[in-house]
């Protein structure tokens, strides 16, 4: 325990650094953000465009420190199981490969199609004033919700590997996990329509089943 404390102690200040090093550089990142997923923001009180560029540098800190931080929760999930190693190793640095994949996913794909289909409800009378402190919360939320859910196999093995679930408990209950995977994808998305909640529950659902491969080709049962 108190190995983890100092880990969580050493990685929470680095995160504080990041943040304070990237917040000189938040201008120029949030003027990319904007450029990518909305038109014109706009603030409704003296401090919001100040903490909109801290959230958004506390977004990008934790983003780029995701490794430090995976290896911490694996190293705290995996001691009690005994994984170390070469498989820690590989546990972390598939977290991160597939975290950085949802990620990039939800930015240029799915948040794009999302607030356009949201904005496409304006009209000459109706404008969007998008406030710049909700547009921060929105997308990052949203990303970072991609992220966690795309890392679905590596947890999937890592469930199988210490023999809390197995491979053919997967496979019995593919129609549980589309159902769950549906009700996700409805929760996540940032709009409603089918074509959204697809473009999130089929590569979720393909992870799934890329999770039962995986499980297979290790022979775990």
Not at 15 to 31: C, D, G, N, Q, Y
Not at 100 to 107: D, I, K, N, S, V
Not at 202 to 207: E, F, N, Q, V
Request: net charge positive.
């Amino acid at each position: 325990m108190g190995e983890l404390r100092k880990s969580i102690r050493s990685l929470g200040i680095s995160v504080l650094l990041t943040t304070a090093v990237i917040f000189i550089l938040s201008p120029e990142l949030l003027r990319l953000v904007q450029e990518h997923l909305a038109d014109r923001l706009y603030f409704f009180s003296v401090a919001g465009p100040f903490l909109a560029h801290v959230k958004l540098s506390m977004f990008a800190a934790v983003y780029v420190v995701m490794p430090w931080i995976m290896a911490v929760l694996w190293r705290a999930m995996g001691k009690p199981f005994g994984v170390t190693g070469k498989q820690l190793f590989s546990f972390v640095l598939f977290t991160c490969l597939l975290f950085y994949a949802g990620t990039l996913f939800c930015y240029y794909i799915t948040l794009p199609l999302g607030i356009k289909f949201l904005l496409g409800f304006g009209s000459a009378e109706l404008q969007a004033v998008i406030s710049i402190g909700r547009f921060i919360n929105f997308t990052t939320l949203f990303i970072l919700a991609f992220g966690v859910i795309f890392e679905l196999p590596i947890f999937m093995v890592f469930m199988a590997k210490v023999g809390v679930l197995s491979r053919k408990f997967y496979e019995r209950n593919r129609r549980y996990a589309i159902l769950v995977i549906a009700m996700i994808a409805a929760l996540l998305t940032p709009t409603p329509d089918v074509v959204n909640m697809l473009l999130m529950g089929g590569p979720l659902y393909l992870l799934y089943e890329a999770g039962i491969i995986i499980l297979r080709i290790m022979r775990v049962q």
